[in-house]
């Protein structure tokens, strides 16, 4: 699946006061934004378009690895069209709009609305009104309103990419969100359940309750192991971590027998308790055999998301005479970080042999081990 997310983080946050856009103040020692950035990657949203005032673009601070985009306009969904432009050649199936002062988007909420998607247009997470409300005048009440079938609204917001920039481009303005301006164009709107940790950051306090959020949240860690070995057999490759090497020999196996990745991937299904490669691509179904790994490690990786946590890093030793790894470790480490979604300071790849001693040492196969820590998102 194509999915792709947009974060208008344009705004200068005038309510907020202390002459900083809010997207930019200092939360924990980094920015709001990327805080933001961080909770849509570990939800697996890699692909992030974040648009910016003109003003911002030369910003240290800016999160890296992501599309920027100036806004050219003076409103929000300005911002949120000149997202969308950006994403145009590729034309994603799902986009997810979200807002840059709203720094903890939950997994869980993504993954619900990854769903959601499915069988909806659009889906937009929100939390149930559950207060008294009234209305007022002058400071004093005035009268009250029914809070039933009233929901506090908040983003990301997702949508099939090209009915929700379809919807944008006929639409004359004014919308309050990308929400209103969907359902102007005839599309219907999932509701799914937000989060109350999903707050906007709007007033100074806002800054307080976040910081409470971050202490608050349990350091949640899981490590893995994962080990994998394959025998020698003719041909003349071999596949080590996502890369293909010219050898005299190739690994037998009922997949593509990367030996590296398959190791990395037993050792992330090992940190959720989730089993093994076995378990989830049997080897017994036809389907499976000549099978890229790269499909087992998104898979696991996906897996990972929809759980609520993030990889934290992971750790890949091959083990064999030959080929040679060191020439090709930067490319390999590039080719798993692609596969995860994840920045490639997060992986490591190294080799070593065994002295000539046992299976490896005679050059029969290739062993590897991996071990993956990932932490709750």
């Known amino acids: 699946m194509r999915e792709a997310a947009i974060i208008v983080a344009a705004g200068r946050g005038s309510r907020m006061g202390g002459g900083v856009p809010k997207q930019w103040r200092a939360l924990a020692g980094r920015p709001v934004l990327a805080h933001a950035v961080d909770a849509l990657r570990a939800a697996g949203l890699t692909r992030i378009v974040l648009v910016l005032h003109p003003e911002d673009l030369n910003r240290s601070d800016i999160p890296g690895g992501c599309t920027l985009v100036a806004t050219t306009g003076p409103d929000r969904a300005d911002s949120v069209q000149a997202g969308l432009k950006a994403l145009e050649a590729e034309a994603p199936e799902h986009v997810y709009?979200?807002?840059?002062?709203?720094?903890?988007?939950?997994?869980?909420?993504?993954?619900?609305?990854?769903?959601?998607?499915?069988?909806?247009a659009g889906a937009a997470p929100a939390l149930a009104v559950t207060d008294s409300l009234w209305r007022g005048d002058g400071g004093l009440v005035s009268g009250t309103q029914s809070r039933e079938g009233l929901y506090r609204a908040q983003t990301p917001q997702?949508?099939?990419?090209r009915a929700i920039s379809a919807a944008h481009a006929a639409h004359p303005g004014g919308a309050t969100d990308d929400v209103q301006v969907a359902r102007d164009a005839g599309l219907a709107i999932a509701i799914v359940d937000g989060d109350e940790d999903n707050?906007?950051?709007?007033?100074?306090?806002?800054f307080d309750r976040a910081g409470r959020i971050l202490k608050g949240r349990d350091m949640d860690i899981r490590m893995g192991n994962g080990f994998d070995v394959h025998a020698f057999t003719e041909g003349d490759h071999v596949w080590l971590c996502g890369v293909k090497l010219p050898h005299d020999k190739a690994l037998l196996g009922h997949s593509d027998a990367d030996v590296g990745m398959h190791a990395l991937t037993d050792a992330i299904y090992g940190a959720l308790a989730e089993g093994d490669i076995g378990t989830h691509f049997p080897p017994s179904d036809p389907q499976w055999k000549g099978a890229e790994s790269h499909i087992f490690l998104r898979h696991a990786m996906e897996r990972v998301a929809a759980r609520?946590?993030?990889?934290?890093?992971?750790?890949?030793?091959?083990?064999?005479?030959?080929?040679k790894i060191g020439p090709h470790q930067l490319a390999m480490r590039q080719a798993l970080a692609e596969i995860m979604g994840v920045d490639v300071a997060q992986i490591s790849v190294k080799a070593t042999t065994?002295?000539?001693?046992?299976?490896?040492?005679?050059?029969e196969g290739i062993a590897s081990q991996a071990t993956a820590l990932l932490v709750r998102a």
């Open 97 to 120: 709009i979200h807002d840059g002062a709203r720094p903890f988007p939950g997994a869980g909420m993504i993954a619900r609305l990854r769903q959601a998607l499915q069988s909806h």
């Open 308 to 323: 609520g946590y993030k990889l934290a890093n992971c750790d890949v030793t091959l083990m064999c005479e030959r080929p």
């Open 354 to 363: 065994t002295e000539k001693l046992g299976f490896t040492g005679r050059e």
């Open 158 to 161: 997702a949508f099939h990419y």
């Open 199 to 206: 707050l906007k950051l709007t007033w100074p306090e806002d």
